[in-house]
């Protein structure tokens, strides 16, 4: 439904995106990782057709998304990454214009005011980042689109929104939606995406099923120990420094989990702690090797 | 329909402001007019100013003021008039266009099925309006005013030549500040450079005035096609004036559609 092939923009010398090519199939949820600047939004643009393509070609649904922008976004709906809407609208007259606009259904806005509840009647200037929010995600979901382009959803979103918003996209994605969403929220990335790709100076560094990619990764714990003697002689043993009484390591091919058990075998372990976030570690793994590369 | 009514609502307050205003101010003028020619003042007072400045209000003695149009043309469609409307258009194009890429909101509009072509023509035609709005008032008022009062005396054929000339001058300056505000992506990026042509222009007007030798800068301004002096006095050349000034209209209408549609926008 989504593709790109080969997509290299250059804005300046080693600005931009290069060669971004990947998918999204309808029924998937594609998450689009990498740090502040790597070139997410701009990918995000060259769909929506705001940017043209230096090589490389986008498509949604089969049309071109710069030369059949018009087509392209009959069947998107997008949420950019910065809400700027002009501030003197209230919410629900912003939210008439772009009923009108794309033709959205008012029965799936009544629904999605209820998921994602805010007082319609604010001027956009007063509301909060997180109404701003509530009122741009509603905007872009109450128009029954077979493709979504999101980027940061959840910004500004409290937990119990951050909920609802995975709850909500699941639903569309079981009914058949392509959704590509870009995120620096990795446990939501987690939980929701199927597959994933990772975004590093406008290269993709890798794309992999989201579970695959977690399980291939390396993982961190963190031991606390009840002397600092016996945190510092394992530390010496698995070649990292301690931090008084407790040690983080991380398992990879040259140490792996079994043999750590096998040295810890001989100290008095007061706690063992796996790292809760496991699509960060990924993140921070290749993040890490390509800084030192 | 709905792009350009919504545009027009975000603009609406502005215009009519701007249209308001100054059809007050001529309505104020007419009024006066009897009263001013009666105690014969306000020639003493023209008599008084040095030729070079009357010339750069577009004023002219040898017209006198047997009309309050003969007064209009110094007293607005002169200088005011030129600097008023380059801040109407530049306004209207930095609204609608140079901020909206600014700041981001124009995504509300291209994140929607629309293609950018379509929303440069809505963004012209809100232009349009706007701009016969501003030039059909001022127009409508002096008839109105006319019609009210004795003393005034409006040839109306005079008057609304010098409507449609006023007119197709707002709809050259508007494709200019139109084009303009395609090319950058900040506002006051676009908002100077445009604004610095009219202000030269305007400049280049008033420097025209001053002596035989630099008449011929008039030339080098928009301003020059919109000739006050020369509709009242009936020396002025309307057709190739109206024909340049569609001409130069189409040609930035050109220029900010190609512009617009290839570019690309950070928003």
Redo the contacts between chains.
């Keep these: 439904m989504i593709r790109l092939e080969h997509v290299t923009?250059e804005f300046a010398p080693g600005r931009g995106i290069f060669d971004v090519s990947f998918t999204v199939e309808p029924g998937t949820i594609f998450g689009f990782i990498g740090p502040n600047g790597s070139g997410k939004s701009t990918t995000l643009?060259h769909l929506?057709?705001?940017?043209?393509a230096d090589g490389g070609k986008a498509t949604i649904g089969g049309f071109d998304c710069w030369k059949q922008?018009?087509?392209v976004?009959?069947l998107?709906g997008?949420l950019?990454g910065?809400i700027?809407?002009?501030g003197d609208m209230a919410g629900a007259d912003?939210l008439d214009?772009?009923q009108?606009?794309?033709g959205s259904d008012p029965a799936r806005r009544q629904l999605l005011l209820k998921r994602f509840p805010f007082e319609t009647k604010t001027k956009i200037r007063k509301m909060s980042k997180g109404m701003k929010q509530k009122l741009a995600l509603v905007g872009c979901f109450m128009k029954d689109a077979p493709v979504y382009l999101l980027d940061e959803p959840t910004s500004g979103l409290d937990p119990l929104m951050q909920e609802r918003f995975l709850e909500w996209i699941e639903q569309e994605k079981q009914a058949g939606k392509a959704i590509l969403m870009s995120s620096h929220h990795f446990p939501e990335m987690e939980k929701s995406c199927d597959r994933a790709a990772l975004i590093k100076a406008g290269r993709i560094i890798v794309e992999s099923d989201i579970h695959e990619l977690v399980r291939s990764s390396r993982k961190t714990y963190t031991i606390v120990f009840r002397t600092e003697v016996e945190a510092a002689q394992f530390a010496m043993q698995v070649g990292v420094e301690p931090n008084r009484m407790e040690v983080s390591f991380q398992t990879d091919e040259t140490l792996s989990l079994n043999q750590a058990i096998a040295y810890l075998t001989q100290y008095d372990v007061q706690l063992i702690r796996p790292s809760a976030d496991d699509l960060e570690q990924v993140f921070l793994h290749y993040y890490g090797e390509e800084e030192s590369s | 329909m709905l792009l350009i009514r919504s545009l027009f609502k975000q603009v609406r307050k502005p215009v009519l402001a701007y249209a308001i205003g100054t059809s007050l101010y001529l309505l104020m003028l007419a009024l006066l007019y009897p009263s001013m020619m009666k105690t014969g003042l306000l020639e003493a007072k023209l008599e008084a100013l040095p030729p070079e400045v009357l010339k750069a209000f577009q004023y002219d003695k040898v017209t006198g003021f047997d009309t309050v149009l003969d007064l209009l043309g110094g007293n607005y469609y002169g200088l005011i008039f030129q600097v008023i409307v380059s801040l109407f258009l530049l306004s209207l194009a930095a609204r609608l266009v140079a901020r909206p890429i600014d700041n981001g909101e124009l995504i509300v509009y291209l994140a929607a099925p629309i293609t950018r072509n379509a929303y440069t023509f809505a963004v012209a035609i809100v232009m349009g309006i706007a701009s016969t709005l501003l030039v059909g008032l001022n127009g409508l008022v002096l008839m109105v005013a006319d019609w009210w009062m004795t003393g005034i005396s409006i040839d109306d054929v005079i008057l609304w030549r010098i409507q449609v000339n006023a007119l197709l001058l707002l709809f050259a300056i508007g494709a200019f500040t139109l084009f303009i505000a395609t090319l950058f992506d900040e506002e006051r990026r676009a908002f100077s450079l445009a604004g610095s042509v009219l202000v030269l222009s305007i400049v280049l007007t008033i420097l025209s005035g001053l002596s035989d030798k630099t008449e011929w800068l008039r030339y080098l301004s928009v301003f020059s096609l919109f000739n006050t002096t020369q509709l009242l006095e009936g020396t002025d050349h309307f057709l190739v004036h109206s024909v340049l000034l569609l001409i130069l209209c189409l040609v930035f209408l050109t220029g900010a559609f190609v512009q617009f549609g290839r570019r690309s926008l950070s928003i």
């Design positions: 923009k643009r929506m057709g705001l940017l043209a922008s018009k087509e976004k009959q998107v997008y950019p910065e700027s809407l002009p912003m214009l772009m009108r606009l794309h």
